[in-house]
C-alpha cells in the first residue's frame, strides 16, 4: 500500500523557516515533490525532484526554497527560508510511481502559516 506521510507545517513570522519532510512508503518512487493550495485558489506546483537529483522549481520560490532527498530513506525534504505571508498555503507531498502505468501519490496535507 503506498503511503506519503508529511510533517513540519506551522505557524512561522515572515522571513522565518520551516522544514517540510515526506516519507513515502510501498513502492518505488521516481520524481518526488511539493505542491501547495492556497484557500480559493488551485493546487500549484513548488518544486520537484528527480531520483537522480534533478530539481525544478516555481520562480516564486526560487532562491529560497530547497528540496532534497534521501532514496534510501523514500524521504523528501523542503527546506524554506525566507518564509513570506504569501507563501501560506497547504502543502502536500507528491511521489510519482509506475506499475504498468504511471500514478501520482499523494500525502494529507500539511498547513503552513506565514505571518506578517
Known amino acids: 500500500q503506498v503511503q506519503l506521510v508529511e510533517s513540519g507545517g506551522g505557524l512561522v513570522q515572515a522571513g522565518g523557516s520551516l522544514r517540510l519532510s515526506c516519507a513515502a512508503s510501498?513502492?518505488?518512487?521516481?520524481?518526488m515533490g511539493w505542491y501547495r493550495q492556497a484557500p480559493g485558489k488551485q493546487r500549484d506546483l513548488v518544486a520537484t525532484?528527480?531520483?537522480?537529483?534533478?530539481?525544478n522549481y516555481a520562480d516564486s520560490v526560487k532562491g529560497r526554497f530547497t528540496i532534497s532527498r534521501d532514496n534510501a530513506k523514500d524521504t523528501v525534504y523542503l527546506q524554506m527560508n525566507f518564509l513570506k505571508p504569501e507563501d501560506t498555503a497547504v502543502y502536500y507531498c507528491?511521489?510519482?510511481?509506475?506499475?504498468?502505468?504511471?500514478?501520482?501519490?499523494w500525502g494529507q496535507g500539511t498547513q503552513v502559516t506565514v505571518s506578517s
Open positions: 510501498g513502492h518505488i518512487f521516481y520524481d
Open positions: 507528491n511521489a510519482v510511481y509506475y506499475s504498468i502505468q504511471r500514478y501520482d501519490a
Open positions: 525532484i528527480t531520483r537522480g537529483g534533478r530539481t
